[in-house]
């Protein structure tokens, strides 16, 4: 058994601690598999086969992996890459083709075959249209030093609306479109190998479904897609990011809980918007099934499950979340002087969310240092106030995307 397989095994007992959803976190190394099956754990994976006509990728990598994928297939293969399947537009998916295609040109071989959901060459212009934003919260998000996000893509070949089968050599292959981390996912079915690459709907975390700073996710379209996945009776699991998942029963479980703990998500928010609740009710009533976080491929490491009602609530509602007061607001900082000159300035605010603080409700505390800060923004005490309790919230929470905001605030 190589290093990919012990981690596999590792991984479903439950020993892997770190997210494997980060740049920083991911185990990296390459086995074979199976025959003419090869697996690079990266961010984000790649899974390559081998076939009569070339190899298939089916993703790429990002750009921190694109050298070692190619250093790491080489050494296994050194056919030309036939096709590359892009199961979304995600950066971290979409980049390690560069080293494959200068040396296809040196040789003088016929360029890959990209393909792609046709939502995904949208998604590209939408990133050169918001690339400051991006490069601002990818930094936020993984503590980047530099604000970087890519302007120019390789784009696909060919795009697909809706599900599609390929064969390369004598292997099918077949992709399958559903929503769900993003509006073009692929997955894909390759019935001979029993397998499954599911992209990133399935990534050994609680699935990236809420991610408070990213365009729109389909909480309920995901849970379709797993069920369907599931349906297969698959052998091997191959995620986006994080190791296999090998043996019937074993894919089952992971793929029918993963499927549950979304269905109860999205049924119990919609129950309740449709009885009209504000969505303030909706976040502190919806209740995440404790149990089911608890699963190594379930952990609210990556993203944090409270935040797909808000994603629910984007979806299927408007921006308006029942609040009259919040409808057309004054000011933050306006609201915060108010505040503060009620209690008797901002030091009150800030000496009250210390008190709140060291009680343990730290959701009131960055609240009404939130407030002290507004209100008195040069007060030195008020700072340091509001930058401890940020970093304190930054190590209650268990998800990278809610560390990430909470420590960015710290640093403020
Ligand atoms: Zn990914």
Same mark, same amino acid.
């Given at each position: 058994?190589?290093?990919?397989?012990?981690?596999?095994?590792?991984?479903?007992?439950?020993?892997?601690?770190?997210?494997?959803?980060?740049?920083?976190?991911?185990?990296?190394?390459?086995?074979?598999?199976?025959?003419?099956?090869?697996?690079?754990?990266?961010?984000?994976?790649?899974?390559?086969?081998?076939?009569?006509?070339?190899?298939?990728?089916?993703?790429?990598?990002?750009?921190?992996?694109?050298?070692?994928?190619?250093?790491?297939?080489?050494?296994?293969?050194?056919?030309?890459?036939?096709?590359?399947?892009?199961?979304?537009?995600?950066?971290?998916?979409?980049?390690?083709?560069?080293?494959?295609?200068?040396?296809?040109?040196?040789?003088?071989?016929?360029?890959?075959?990209?393909?792609?959901?046709?939502?995904?060459?949208?998604?590209?212009?939408?990133?050169?249209?918001?690339?400051?934003?991006?490069?601002?919260?990818?930094?936020?998000?993984?503590?980047?030093?530099?604000?970087?996000?890519?302007?120019?893509?390789?784009?696909?070949?060919?795009?697909?609306?809706?599900?599609?089968?390929?064969?390369?050599?004598?292997?099918?292959?077949?992709?399958?479109?559903?929503?769900?981390?993003?509006?073009?996912?692929?997955?894909?079915?390759?019935?001979?190998?029993?397998?499954?690459?599911?992209?990133?709907?399935?990534?050994?975390?609680?699935?990236?479904?809420?991610?408070?700073?990213?365009?729109?996710?389909?909480?309920?379209?995901?849970?379709?897609?797993?069920?369907?996945?599931?349906?297969?009776?698959?052998?091997?699991?191959?995620?986006?990011?994080?190791?296999?998942?090998?043996?019937?029963?074993?894919?089952?479980?992971?793929?029918?809980?993963?499927?549950?703990?979304?269905?109860?998500?999205?049924?119990?928010?919609?129950?309740?918007?449709?009885?009209?609740?504000?969505?303030?009710?909706?976040?502190?009533?919806?209740?995440?099934?404790?149990?089911?976080?608890?699963?190594?491929?379930?952990?609210?490491?990556?993203?944090?499950?409270?935040?797909?009602?808000?994603?629910?609530?984007?979806?299927?509602?408007?921006?308006?979340?029942?609040?009259?007061?919040?409808?057309?607001?004054?000011?933050?900082? &306006? %609201? !915060?002087?108010?505040? $503060?000159?009620?209690?008797?300035? @901002?030091?009150?605010?800030? =000496?009250? *969310?210390?008190?709140?603080?060291?009680?343990?409700?730290? &959701? %009131? !505390?960055?609240?009404? $240092?939130?407030?002290?800060?507004? @209100?008195?923004?040069?007060? =030195?005490? *008020?700072?340091?106030?509001?930058?401890?309790?940020?970093?304190?919230? !930054?190590?209650?929470?268990?998800?990278?995307?809610?560390?990430?905001?909470?420590?960015?605030?710290?640093?403020?």
């Amino acid at each position: 058994m190589g290093e990919i397989l012990e981690l596999a095994e590792r991984a479903w007992q439950g020993e892997l601690r770190e997210t494997q959803v980060a740049p920083g976190n991911a185990v990296v190394g390459f086995e074979e598999l199976a025959p003419g099956l090869g697996f690079m754990s990266a961010f984000s994976n790649v899974a390559a086969f081998a076939t009569d006509e070339g190899l298939v990728f089916l993703d790429t990598s990002s750009f921190f992996h694109a050298k070692r994928l190619h250093e790491e297939i080489r050494a296994w293969s050194d056919a030309p890459i036939h096709t590359a399947v892009y199961t979304h537009g995600h950066v971290d998916h979409v980049f390690g083709l560069g080293p494959f295609e200068e040396e296809a040109r040196q040789k003088g071989q016929p360029r890959t075959r990209v393909l792609a959901h046709e939502a995904c060459p949208e998604r590209f212009e939408r990133y050169v249209l918001t690339n400051g934003y991006n490069a601002v919260i990818n930094q936020r998000q993984f503590g980047f030093p530099e604000p970087v996000f890519p302007k120019k893509y390789r784009q696909p070949d060919e795009t697909i609306g809706g599900d599609h089968t390929i064969v390369v050599g004598s292997t099918t292959f077949e992709l399958r479109h559903d929503k769900g981390e993003t509006d073009d996912h692929l997955w894909i079915w390759i019935p001979s190998e029993r397998t499954i690459y599911t992209g990133d709907l399935f990534i050994w975390a609680s699935p990236n479904c809420g991610n408070p700073q990213k365009a729109q996710r389909f909480p309920r379209e995901w849970a379709v897609a797993l069920r369907k996945m599931q349906a297969l009776g698959a052998e091997t699991l191959l995620p986006g990011h994080g190791p296999p998942i090998l043996g019937r029963n074993r894919v089952n479980q992971a793929l029918d809980e993963s499927a549950s703990l979304l269905e109860t998500i999205v049924e119990q928010t919609l129950a309740m918007m449709n009885e009209g609740a504000r969505l303030d009710d909706i976040l502190h009533s919806v209740e995440i099934p404790q149990a089911l976080l608890e699963r190594p491929y379930l952990r609210p490491s990556y993203d944090d499950p409270r935040f797909i009602v808000r994603n629910l609530w984007r979806l299927y509602g408007g921006w308006y979340d029942g609040n009259p007061a919040h409808l057309n607001p004054a000011r933050d900082a &306006d %609201l !915060a002087q108010e505040i $503060a000159s009620l209690v008797g300035g @901002a030091e009150a605010l800030a =000496k009250r *969310a210390e008190a709140l603080a060291a009680d343990d409700r730290l &959701d %009131l !505390a960055c609240h009404l $240092a939130e407030w002290a800060v507004q @209100a008195a923004p040069e007060d =030195k005490n *008020a700072q340091g106030i509001r930058a401890t309790i940020f970093k304190t919230r !930054a190590k209650a929470e268990t998800s990278l995307m809610a560390k990430g905001i909470y420590r960015a605030a710290a640093r403020d």
